[in-house]
């Protein structure tokens, strides 16, 4: 199946940094997401892209839809401690299954932010 | 902006017994819902797709008859644990698409379930 590699799997850095995370796939999506989960609780979307090359913001968050349609990255400029959690990429294939295109995940990368 | 609503938040089970755990589009119409599963420290992998007035789908390895999904309505999914064992112990997801909304918009997540079975 589908896989997603997020990468740096976690960081830790100083608040104040910036921070700059990856997503890979072994194949091509018509959609990637930026989602971020905090513990107990759902993931909630950040950005949202839907065009190869499409650079979006929003607030310190920038992501980019890669040319090949087979990777993306999330930057976050000047962390602040809220920034803590986990950050999923997620992919829809666009293909119209059982209803709906479904949505693959990423690794997650674990971000700590230090005072 | 659209709410999808979890319940219960958290339970605990014996071995052997059945859980349900309901998803709830709140304002909004869902006639797809989605449900996953993710197990600590790693990502969400997504058991099966929910949808009103049909069978569900299930993605490979996942036994149908021990996660039972009912889409009884537009705003209402339920997945039934059955003969729950200490391996289903999990935190599971579900998410909702709008119907109003286009195929590839993004997914509403609810708060999750985090099951225990004792």
């Known amino acids: 199946g589908q896989q997603l590699n997020q990468s740096p799997q976690s960081m830790f850095i100083q608040e104040g940094e910036d921070v700059s995370m990856n997503c890979t796939s072994s194949?091509?999506?018509?959609?990637w997401l930026w989602y971020k989960q905090e513990p107990g609780e759902g993931p909630v979307l950040l950005i949202a892209?839907?065009?190869?090359?499409e650079l979006t913001s929003n607030g310190r968050l920038t992501a980019q839809f890669g040319i090949t349609r087979k990777d993306s990255f999330l930057n976050i400029s000047a962390s602040i401690p809220s920034d803590v959690g986990i950050y999923f990429c997620?992919?829809?294939?666009?293909?119209?299954?059982?209803?709906?295109?479904?949505?693959?995940f990423g690794t997650g990368t674990q971000l700590k932010v230090e005072l | 902006g659209a709410v999808v609503s979890q319940h219960p938040s958290w339970v605990i089970c014996k071995s052997g017994t059945s859980v349900k755990i309901e998803c709830r589009s709140l304002d909004f119409q869902a006639t797809t819902m989605f449900w996953y599963r993710q197990f600590p420290k790693q990502s969400l992998m997504l058991m099966a797709t929910?949808?009103?007035?049909?069978?569900?789908?299930?993605e490979q390895g996942v036994e149908k008859d021990k996660f039972l999904i009912n889409h009884a309505s537009l705003t209402l999914s339920t997945l039934t644990v059955t003969s729950a064992h200490p391996e289903d112990s999990s935190f599971y997801i579900c998410?909702?698409?709008?119907?109003?909304?286009?195929?590839?918009?993004?997914?509403?997540f609810g708060n999750g379930t985090r099951l225990t079975v004792t």
């Open positions: 929910s949808n009103e007035g049909s069978k569900a789908t299930y």
């Open positions: 998410s909702a698409r709008d119907d109003r909304s286009s195929y590839n918009s993004p997914l509403h």
């Open positions: 997620a992919g829809l294939d666009g293909i119209l299954t059982g209803g709906g295109n479904k949505l693959t």
């Open positions: 194949s091509i999506f018509n959609t």
């Open positions: 892209l839907y065009k190869a090359g």
